[in-house]
Protein backbone atom coordinates (compact mmCIF):
# COMPACT_ATOMS: atom_id res chain seq x y z
CA UNK A 1 0.00 0.00 0.00
CA UNK A 2 1.22 3.44 -0.45
CA UNK A 3 1.99 6.17 1.92
CA UNK A 4 3.15 9.65 2.27
CA UNK A 5 5.35 11.04 5.01
CA UNK A 6 5.65 14.59 5.90
CA UNK A 7 8.06 14.61 8.76
CA UNK A 8 7.57 17.73 10.10
CA UNK A 9 4.00 19.03 12.24
CA UNK A 10 4.91 22.80 11.92
CA UNK A 11 7.49 24.85 10.31
CA UNK A 12 8.01 28.37 11.19
CA UNK A 13 10.14 30.60 9.56
CA UNK A 14 10.45 34.29 9.11
CA UNK A 15 9.36 35.88 6.30
CA UNK A 16 12.17 36.65 3.33
CA UNK A 17 13.68 33.10 4.32
CA UNK A 18 13.50 30.03 2.38
CA UNK A 19 11.09 27.52 2.94
CA UNK A 20 11.62 23.77 1.95
CA UNK A 21 8.20 21.34 3.18
CA UNK A 22 9.24 17.47 2.96
CA UNK A 23 7.11 15.17 1.64
CA UNK A 24 8.49 11.44 1.10
CA UNK A 25 6.42 8.37 -0.32
CA UNK A 26 6.48 4.69 -0.54
CA UNK A 27 4.88 3.24 -3.92
CA UNK A 28 6.54 0.67 -6.19
CA UNK A 29 4.79 2.24 -9.48
CA UNK A 30 4.59 5.53 -10.88
CA UNK A 31 2.94 7.81 -8.86
CA UNK A 32 1.12 11.15 -8.88
CA UNK A 33 2.44 13.23 -6.32
CA UNK A 34 0.43 16.51 -5.52
CA UNK A 35 0.66 19.19 -2.66
CA UNK A 36 -2.27 20.89 -1.43
CA UNK A 37 -2.74 23.74 0.72
CA UNK A 38 -5.57 24.82 3.12
CA UNK A 39 -5.77 28.08 4.19
CA UNK A 40 -7.17 28.64 7.85
CA UNK A 41 -11.05 26.60 8.08
CA UNK A 42 -10.82 26.58 3.93
CA UNK A 43 -11.18 23.99 1.79
CA UNK A 44 -8.31 22.20 0.06
CA UNK A 45 -6.96 24.11 -3.00
CA UNK A 46 -4.55 22.10 -5.32
CA UNK A 47 -1.00 24.47 -5.30
CA UNK A 48 1.10 21.81 -7.48
CA UNK A 49 1.34 18.59 -9.07
CA UNK A 50 4.38 16.75 -9.93
CA UNK A 51 3.39 16.35 -13.90
CA UNK A 52 2.77 19.67 -15.00
CA UNK A 53 6.06 21.22 -13.33
CA UNK A 54 4.56 24.98 -12.80
CA UNK A 55 5.46 27.48 -10.65
CA UNK A 56 2.48 28.44 -8.30
CA UNK A 57 2.61 31.35 -5.98
CA UNK A 58 6.64 31.19 -6.29
CA UNK A 59 6.24 27.26 -4.46
CA UNK A 60 7.88 24.54 -6.62
CA UNK A 61 8.29 20.47 -6.06
CA UNK A 62 10.58 18.34 -8.13
CA UNK A 63 9.64 14.48 -8.17
CA UNK A 64 12.80 12.81 -7.35
CA UNK A 65 12.24 8.83 -7.91
CA UNK A 66 15.40 8.23 -6.36
CA UNK A 67 14.82 9.57 -2.91
CA UNK A 68 11.24 8.82 -3.30
CA UNK A 69 10.73 12.76 -2.36
CA UNK A 70 8.72 15.59 -3.44
CA UNK A 71 9.66 18.93 -1.50
CA UNK A 72 7.90 21.59 -1.42
CA UNK A 73 10.31 24.76 -2.26
CA UNK A 74 9.90 28.29 -1.97
CA UNK A 75 13.07 30.94 -1.93
CA UNK A 76 11.72 33.91 -0.08
CA UNK A 77 8.33 33.34 2.40
CA UNK A 78 5.34 35.93 2.23
CA UNK A 79 3.37 36.18 5.45
CA UNK A 80 0.68 34.66 3.05
CA UNK A 81 2.07 31.60 3.27
CA UNK A 82 1.22 30.75 6.54
CA UNK A 83 -1.29 27.96 5.86
CA UNK A 84 -1.38 23.96 5.96
CA UNK A 85 0.27 22.12 3.70
CA UNK A 86 -0.48 18.63 2.74
CA UNK A 87 1.35 16.07 0.10
CA UNK A 88 -0.54 13.73 -1.67
CA UNK A 89 -0.14 10.83 -4.25
CA UNK A 90 -2.41 9.24 -6.25
CA UNK A 91 -2.09 5.82 -8.13
CA UNK A 92 -4.22 5.15 -11.32
CA UNK A 93 -5.29 1.13 -11.26
CA UNK A 94 -8.50 1.03 -12.73
CA UNK A 95 -9.33 3.96 -10.66
CA UNK A 96 -7.66 6.38 -8.24
CA UNK A 97 -7.32 7.53 -5.09
CA UNK A 98 -5.65 10.21 -3.02
CA UNK A 99 -3.23 9.29 -0.53
CA UNK A 100 -2.17 12.37 2.09
CA UNK A 101 0.55 12.77 4.70
CA UNK A 102 -0.43 14.43 7.77
CA UNK A 103 0.06 17.93 7.02
CA UNK A 104 2.54 20.48 7.81
CA UNK A 105 1.82 23.39 9.49
CA UNK A 106 4.34 26.30 8.07
CA UNK A 107 4.05 29.93 9.94
CA UNK A 108 5.74 33.08 8.27
CA UNK A 109 6.63 35.81 11.25
CA UNK A 110 6.93 39.26 10.19
CA UNK B 1 -20.11 26.64 -11.58
CA UNK B 2 -19.73 25.71 -7.94
CA UNK B 3 -17.51 22.45 -8.49
CA UNK B 4 -18.38 20.77 -5.40
CA UNK B 5 -21.45 21.42 -3.23
CA UNK B 6 -21.28 20.23 0.59
CA UNK B 7 -24.48 20.65 2.89
CA UNK B 8 -24.70 21.27 5.68
CA UNK B 9 -21.31 22.90 6.70
CA UNK B 10 -22.13 22.70 10.10
CA UNK B 11 -23.83 19.88 12.23
CA UNK B 12 -23.95 19.42 15.88
CA UNK B 13 -25.58 15.95 16.82
CA UNK B 14 -25.93 13.71 20.15
CA UNK B 15 -24.52 10.21 20.06
CA UNK B 16 -26.88 7.97 18.37
CA UNK B 17 -29.03 10.29 16.17
CA UNK B 18 -28.04 9.55 12.71
CA UNK B 19 -27.61 12.14 9.45
CA UNK B 20 -26.50 12.50 6.37
CA UNK B 21 -23.87 14.49 4.29
CA UNK B 22 -24.58 15.75 0.92
CA UNK B 23 -22.32 16.30 -1.71
CA UNK B 24 -22.88 17.32 -5.46
CA UNK B 25 -20.98 18.18 -8.05
CA UNK B 26 -21.38 20.08 -11.56
CA UNK B 27 -18.07 18.92 -13.62
CA UNK B 28 -19.64 16.06 -15.23
CA UNK B 29 -16.57 13.93 -13.16
CA UNK B 30 -16.97 9.91 -12.62
CA UNK B 31 -14.86 9.40 -9.56
CA UNK B 32 -16.34 11.25 -6.21
CA UNK B 33 -14.27 10.81 -2.70
CA UNK B 34 -15.55 11.16 0.84
CA UNK B 35 -12.69 12.41 3.52
CA UNK B 36 -13.06 13.45 7.13
CA UNK B 37 -10.03 15.56 8.67
CA UNK B 38 -8.33 15.25 12.20
CA UNK B 39 -5.84 17.03 13.63
CA UNK B 40 -2.46 15.64 13.01
CA UNK B 41 -4.05 12.75 10.96
CA UNK B 42 -4.25 14.23 7.92
CA UNK B 43 -7.17 13.42 5.44
CA UNK B 44 -8.04 9.91 5.29
CA UNK B 45 -10.55 8.57 2.71
CA UNK B 46 -14.02 7.00 3.92
CA UNK B 47 -15.63 5.66 0.95
CA UNK B 48 -15.31 6.34 -2.97
CA UNK B 49 -17.22 6.04 -6.09
CA UNK B 50 -15.39 5.50 -8.85
CA UNK B 51 -18.36 5.68 -11.25
CA UNK B 52 -22.32 6.26 -11.00
CA UNK B 53 -23.49 2.67 -9.32
CA UNK B 54 -20.36 1.93 -7.58
CA UNK B 55 -18.91 2.43 -4.13
CA UNK B 56 -15.78 1.17 -2.42
CA UNK B 57 -14.79 1.44 0.59
CA UNK B 58 -11.43 3.72 2.10
CA UNK B 59 -8.66 3.85 4.90
CA UNK B 60 -11.70 4.20 7.47
CA UNK B 61 -15.46 3.16 6.51
CA UNK B 62 -16.50 1.87 9.68
CA UNK B 63 -19.84 3.72 11.30
CA UNK B 64 -20.26 5.40 7.52
CA UNK B 65 -22.36 4.22 4.44
CA UNK B 66 -22.59 5.95 1.22
CA UNK B 67 -24.98 6.32 -1.56
CA UNK B 68 -23.64 7.58 -5.14
CA UNK B 69 -27.38 8.66 -6.05
CA UNK B 70 -26.60 9.57 -9.86
CA UNK B 71 -23.60 11.16 -11.42
CA UNK B 72 -23.49 14.23 -9.40
CA UNK B 73 -24.61 13.22 -5.83
CA UNK B 74 -23.07 11.63 -3.72
CA UNK B 75 -24.16 11.36 0.25
CA UNK B 76 -22.21 10.11 3.85
CA UNK B 77 -24.53 8.79 6.07
CA UNK B 78 -24.12 8.13 10.04
CA UNK B 79 -26.44 6.04 10.90
CA UNK B 80 -25.70 6.28 15.02
CA UNK B 81 -23.51 8.80 15.28
CA UNK B 82 -20.22 8.76 17.89
CA UNK B 83 -18.12 11.64 19.27
CA UNK B 84 -15.37 9.64 17.82
CA UNK B 85 -16.91 10.57 14.49
CA UNK B 86 -16.32 14.12 15.34
CA UNK B 87 -14.04 15.66 12.68
CA UNK B 88 -14.43 17.80 9.16
CA UNK B 89 -15.80 16.04 6.20
CA UNK B 90 -14.85 16.84 2.69
CA UNK B 91 -15.90 15.54 -0.47
CA UNK B 92 -13.61 15.57 -3.40
CA UNK B 93 -13.80 14.99 -7.07
CA UNK B 94 -11.73 13.64 -9.22
CA UNK B 95 -10.72 16.51 -11.79
CA UNK B 96 -9.56 15.22 -14.98
CA UNK B 97 -8.56 18.39 -16.35
CA UNK B 98 -6.23 19.37 -13.95
CA UNK B 99 -5.47 15.57 -13.15
CA UNK B 100 -5.91 16.34 -9.61
CA UNK B 101 -9.25 16.06 -7.55
CA UNK B 102 -11.46 19.61 -6.58
CA UNK B 103 -12.77 19.83 -3.06
CA UNK B 104 -15.98 20.86 -1.27
CA UNK B 105 -15.57 23.42 1.65
CA UNK B 106 -16.28 21.10 3.94
CA UNK B 107 -18.94 19.82 6.60
CA UNK B 108 -17.72 20.66 10.02
CA UNK B 109 -19.53 17.89 12.69
CA UNK B 110 -19.67 18.12 16.25
CA UNK B 111 -21.16 14.87 18.02
CA UNK B 112 -22.10 15.48 21.80
Known amino acids: AQRVTQPEKLLSVFKGAPVELKCNYS??????LFWYVQYSRQRLQLLLR??SRESIKGFTADLNKGETSFHLKKPFAQEEDSAMYYC????????????FGKGTMLLVSP | NAGVTQTPKFQVLKTGQSMTLQCAQD?????MYWYRQDPGMGLRLIYY???????DKGEVPNGYNVSRLNKREFSLRLESAAPSQTSVYFCAVRDKALRGYTFGSGTRLTVV
Open chain 1, 27 to 32: YSGSPE
Open chain 1, 50 to 51: HI
Open chain 1, 88 to 99: ALSVNSGYSTLT
Open chain 2, 49 to 55: SASEGTT
Open chain 2, 27 to 31: MNHNS
